[in-house]
């Protein structure tokens, strides 16, 4: 019966992802509110918050950074992970009204055409 309950729902998984995705569209991508906008700047940069997720996520949890990975339980590492999105993507609105592209994404550009991608809006 574990086994059985456990492929329903693995089955059901992307069925429940795809609500999830239509009741955010309906709620937050209707109209230009602030948080439609923060997640709209923080996608426009995702492979740069990404990788900055990562490397404060790891420092914070490997011992060459705090150490916490056996000292902090589930429901403050749901905290850390949102407050660690949320501060990134506060960054990512602030570094889109300056720029065209995230770091890694003007990288990434660059080295896909060939040359150097201007930067600055």
């Not at 230009?32 to 995702?46: F, H, K, P, T, Y």
């Not at 490397?55 to 749901?78: K, S």
């Amino acid at each position: 019966t574990e086994t059985i309950g456990f492929a329903a729902g693995f089955a059901v998984a992307p069925l429940i992802a795809a609500i999830y995705i239509a009741i955010l569209s309906l709620t937050i991508g209707a109209g230009r509110n602030v948080v439609a906008r923060v997640l709209q700047m923080a996608g426009s940069m995702s492979l740069t918050v990404y990788l900055a997720e990562s490397i404060v996520a790891t420092t914070l949890a490997y011992g060459y950074g705090f150490g916490w990975i056996g000292d902090v339980g589930p429901v403050a590492g749901i905290g850390l992970a949102i407050m660690i999105w949320l501060g990134l993507a506060l960054v990512a609105n602030a570094w889109m009204s300056r720029f065209r592209f995230g770091p890694a994404e003007w990288v990434l550009r660059s080295i896909t055409y060939g040359r150097r991608q201007p930067l600055r809006r």
